[in-house]
């Protein structure tokens, strides 16, 4: 029931939407990090694609379209520094772009300013050594490859957002999940999207199940126990919902925080319908 980020503009911009528009949600920061591990090709440009040739079969192929990919890559970099541009904007391009950035600045290929950071006057990216990395699982001929590659390993330590949606009304979990198919992929919102969808349906069926009486805590957990799994029927086939003990309480937990039960010496009321 969480998106999770390492981007900060795209989580500032999420979150922003999600606000303007009136979406209960709580945001967490931790440390995250990015990895690594493969091997690394050092030299100019020329060079690099000149030592993937020694290569031969399927390998070679791969690596020289991973290194095609890189030079891409770098043409895009140097589009943006020719004329000079923000980190910040920079940045948001993708963690490749610090990456880029890093290696020319080890060039001293870059004119930093403030906070603008513009490639020098006169530099010939022909001449200048990079690092060309891919992964470890593509070398299949490892003598062969370890003779002209170094093995490589980066570890990024990282802050990490989650941001988790916390509405119980369909309604208002449809038009969260339409923001967030904006910035997340769509596996990410259909996961979210269900995981969410089943809260809600666990908490309407409590709030039926209370009535207007006052119900033991552990009365209507042990009664929503023993009806798991809910097998119910959609448009396309059927959704199965099941919940852990932990899982309940929590649910139980959100719904007195939010108004819709109040819970006073273990018993459970039912205040308003979902």
Avoid at 12 to 41: D, P, Q, W
Avoid at 201 to 215: P, Q, R, T, W
Avoid at 244 to 263: P, Q
Wanted: without cysteine; aromatic residues 10%; negative net charge.
């Amino acid at each position: 029931m969480r998106f999770t980020t390492k981007n900060e503009a795209l989580k500032a911009t999420f979150i922003s939407e999600l606000r303007a528009n009136g979406i209960k949600f709580e945001v967490k920061e931790r440390l995250g990090y990015e990895t690594f591990i493969g091997y690394m090709i050092e030299g100019t440009l020329e060079e690099i694609r000149a030592q993937i040739e020694t290569l031969s079969g399927e390998e070679k192929e791969v690596i020289l379209r991973g290194f095609q990919s890189f030079k891409e890559q770098l043409i895009h970099a140097l589009e943006h520094l020719k004329e000079g541009d923000t980190f910040e904007h920079l940045l948001n391009e993708g963690y490749w772009m610090g990456d880029i950035i890093d290696q020319l600045m080890r060039n001293s290929a870059l004119d930093i300013r403030e906070n603008k950071v513009k490639l020098k006057d006169g530099i010939d990216v022909t001449k200048l050594k990079f690092q060309f990395r891919f992964p470890y699982d593509l070398a299949k001929q490892l003598d062969a490859v370890e003779k002209i590659a170094k093995q490589f390993a980066f570890i990024d330590l990282v802050s990490e957002w989650e941001i988790e949606i916390k509405e119980l009304r369909i309604e208002r979990i449809n038009q969260a999940l339409q923001i967030a198919a904006k910035y997340f992929p769509e596996k990410d919102v259909m996961n979210v999207y269900f995981a969410l969808i089943g809260k809600s349906i666990v908490a309407n069926e409590i709030l039926k199940a209370l009535g207007n009486e006052k119900v033991p805590v552990d009365v209507i957990i042990e009664k929503f126990l023993r009806a798991f799994p809910f097998e119910i029927p959609t448009e396309k086939g059927v959704m199965v919902i099941n919940a852990t003990e932990k899982s309940l309480y929590s649910i139980l937990r959100e719904l007195e925080k939010s108004g819709y039960i109040g819970i006073k010496g273990n018993k459970v009321k039912k205040l308003r319908e979902l």
